[in-house]
């Protein structure tokens, strides 16, 4: 086995000499989203719906930058990369069709990380279908193989895009994320995963439309799958895995009224029609329908809009010629006609609906279906087709399975799908500081009323909301979902990263736990920390999600995300999100400090505890540039360039334990780190490394103890950069080891 070779096992990730591995990453690229040629993100109106002759070669950044921004994130602790591409990247030419020059373009990236030793596993990424409605994923062609019109998507408001506002900087925040209780995002998802059963008659080469879809996704997925491992070098040594479909979402699937708004549907921003107003505005026919907006305590509906005033269709007119798609479409699936009418959900005559409870349950058997028996049937077929296809190429691969987010996971534990290579990939955001784009800031030296002032202008909360508590029912009165102060705010996220850490082990059985995706948005406070340099809010909201991750008791995580070409006009030029740990208009944290270890005294720093130890030290360490030490917001002032909160996410973290990691944490405020471990064997060659970023430790003031052991501090060598790390060698039975570093 290689030396930088994983497996799962049980439910820890364990190298070639039987330490537990942490995965610490990072997603990139958030750009990988959108094409580099033309390099139009979803802002731009430019050439958008020609979706054919586009190029993501160059995502997630050039090849010539590769080895700064890996090497950046190595020095920042990362050990891990989600590497984020899409189906269309792969297949955007048309059905079969697959892009030679990007798959190449990703093996020379892919060797880059291997020279700075990452764990790679891959992230087929989608939101709400497709760039073309709004989001990320699937090729163009997809809507026209079923009947849709992209060009009039944003006239009937079937799916709202950043890209057709006359001035995109106006989008609402988080608004993309109505797209999925939207006609074009329920229609695709519907038929990606049951055309079968609530489309029969949409067949193109005498192949249902899901089965259509299905395959094709799949096929792109294994041929780059297939090029990853013709390279050679690269499979288990560099890619160790395949993550499913990114945020799986069931459609109109289980659905009991589409007359209504469904009680699960939590979030209701802007305009809010029901399925059923959905499917008559794209037909042509206008509906006034409430619109809401997101107030302190939730969403609120504020009034009504017409919507679709001019009877635009968002179906393919009857008359469109298809002879530039390689498709047969079956003469039953008529274009210029509602898919949904077509199958008898409505009358588009008389403008009746027929059947409100259509896709509440399955054709066949009559089931009642809602969102747990759509993960437990749709999806797990479709992921087990995913798997052996991936398998079919890559033997190993570990298998990142993403059941359908903030949902109850499947129900395999102990079933055949209970697979050992497996590993449950959740994501958790933080919904109320997302969806405001505030963080928890009290001023009390300004008194109670300025507080108060602030509530009721919503720029600053005191509150949060336990998401996942209200989700799961396990409060008797909603109102105990409310979490006032930092503390308790604090305590809350990690407790809920606690029970989805827990509920996988009673449904999907002992496997590694990943938060693939888990982050927060920069943009706070209308932007406050660009101008002033002031990231006071970001720190504290970037210290809590860590804070929650280092006592959830997972096996690690992949922050959401790394954008390359962040800047704080255009954050992460998608959809109006700044969720990038790196901006090119801000200051990354200083990586080099100025000392020689070689003559500093031990006594400053090491604190010796009582027992027989050894203290070494590397006498190999340079004298080094001196950083500005300082938190962003004490050397705050009117246009600074800061460090965008980078002290709250450089941070320790354990890489390698030897024996089962018990706990470890961070305490940002006073720089203290501690692990707790129990050691069942230790080999004396290969000691339990810890990641100790330089600036929070150098070593001129970073004093160390252990209950036993001995450890040395050094430097490993990723390429062209050194990174700073402790070395501990602890005998068996339980240990811990406490490191305190330089308070700012």
């Known amino acids: 086995m290689n030396q930088h070779s994983l497996r799962v096992e049980g439910t820890s990730f364990r190298d070639c000499e039987n ?106 990424h989608q939101d709400v279908w497709s760039r073309l409605s709004g989001g990320s994923g699937a090729p163009a062609w997809t809507l026209y193989a079923a009947g849709l019109n992209p060009r009039n998507f944003q006239t009937t408001q079937a799916a709202l895009s950043q890209h057709a506002l006359d001035n995109p900087t106006e989008f609402p925040k988080m608004l993309w994320c109505t797209n999925y209780s939207r006609l074009v995002c329920q229609t695709m998802l519907t038929l990606f995963w049951a055309g079968r059963d609530f489309a029969p008659n949409a067949i193109l080469d005498d192949m249902n439309i899901q089965d259509y879809l299905q395959s094709h996704f799949i096929g792109a997925c294994k041929h780059l799958a297939q090029k990853i491992h013709d390279a050679g070098d690269l499979e288990g040594d560099v890619v160790i895995g395949w993550e499913s479909l990114n945020e799986p979402h069931r459609g109109l699937i289980g659905v009991q009224d589409i007359s209504k708004i469904p009680n699960e549907q939590h979030l209701q921003l802007g305009t809010s029609p029901t399925a059923f107003q959905g499917m008559l505005i794209g037909s042509g026919q206008p509906c006034q329908v409430a619109t809401w907006s997101f107030k302190s305590f939730g969403p609120r509906q504020i009034g009504e809009e017409l919507i679709n005033p001019r009877g635009a269709s968002v179906w393919l007119p009857a008359g469109y010629s298809e002879g530039h798609f390689p498709w047969r479409r079956d003469p039953r699936w008529r274009l210029g006609e509602c898919i949904w009418a077509q199958h008898g959900v409505w009358d588009p005559s008389k403008s009746v609906l027929l059947q409100k409870d259509y896709f509440a349950k399955r054709p066949d058997s009559g089931e009642i279906l809602d969102y747990g028996k759509f993960t437990n049937s749709y999806f797990l077929t479709h992921y087990r087709s995913y798997k052996h296809a991936i398998r079919s190429v890559c033997g190993g691969a570990i298998m990142f399975c993403q059941p359908p987010v903030m949902e109850i996971p499947p129900n395999i534990k102990g079933s055949a799908d209970d697979d050992p290579n497996m590993v449950h990939a959740v994501h958790f955001y933080d919904g109320l500081t997302l969806l405001t784009k505030h963080w928890l800031v009290f001023h009390p030296q300004k008194g109670r009323r300025y507080v108060l002032i602030q509530i009721l202008m919503d720029r600053n909360r005191l509150y949060n909301l336990d998401i996942i508590g209200l989700l799961r029912g396990t409060h008797r009165y909603p ?98 999100e700044d969720l990038s740990i790196y901006s090119q208009d801000d200051l990354e944290l200083p990586r080099t400090i100025t000392t020689s270890l070689s003559k500093l005294p031990e006594t400053t ?26 938190i962003s917001f004490r050397n705050s002032s009117a246009r600074t360039r800061s460090y965008r909160a980078a002290e709250a996410f450089v941070r320790p973290s354990p890489i390698r334990v030897h024996g089962k990691l018990e706990s470890h944490a961070f305490d940002l405020k006073n720089c203290k780190f501690s692990m707790k471990l129990h050691a069942e064997q230790t080999l004396v060659h290969s ?18 103890s252990a209950n036993a052991g001995s450890w040395e501090i050094t430097e490993t060598e990723f390429d062209r950069i050194k990174v700073q790390c402790l070395r501990w060698w602890h005998p068996e039975g339980k240990a811990e080891i406490n490191v305190k570093g330089l308070k700012h």
């Open 19 to 124: 330490r537990e591995v942490f995965l610490r990453g990072i997603n990139v690229a958030g750009d990988a989203k959108f094409p580099k040629e033309p390099n139009r993100p979803s802002e731009d109106h430019d050439e958008f719906f020609n979706g054919n002759d586009v190029s993501f070669v160059g995502r997630p950044f050039p090849l010539k930058d590769a080895d700064i921004h890996f090497s950046r994130l190595r020095n920042w602790g990362y050990n891990t990369i989600r590497y984020i591409f899409t189906w269309e990247a792969i297949e955007h030419s048309g059905p079969g069709i697959y892009d030679e020059e990007w798959l190449a373009f990703t093996i020379d990236v892919l060797r880059v990380a291997k020279k700075y030793q990452f764990y790679v596993f891959m992230d087929p």
């Open 687 to 704: 000691p339990s490394e810890i990641y100790l970023p330089y600036f929070h430790f150098p070593p001129a003031s970073t004093v160390i």
């Open 479 to 576: 109102f105990r979902a409310l979490k006032f102060g930092e503390r308790s705010i604090r305590k809350s996220l990690r407790d809920q990263l606690r029970f989805l850490r827990d509920e996988s082990l009673r449904n999907m059985g002992h496997h590694p736990l990943i938060f693939t995706e888990i982050g927060i948005p920069y943009d706070l406070d209308d932007k406050h920390a660009f101008n002033s340099g002031d990231y006071t809010s970001q720190i504290k909201a970037m210290d809590a999600n860590h804070f929650a991750l280092e006592g959830s008791s997972s096996n690690g995580f992949t922050l959401w995300c790394y954008v390359a070409q962040n800047d704080h006009e255009g954050g992460d030029q998608w959809n109006g």
């Open 605 to 630: 720093l090491i604190e010796k505890q009582s027992g027989s130890m050894s203290q070494r030290w590397r006498n190999s360490f340079k004298s080094r540039e001196v950083p500005s030490p300082g």
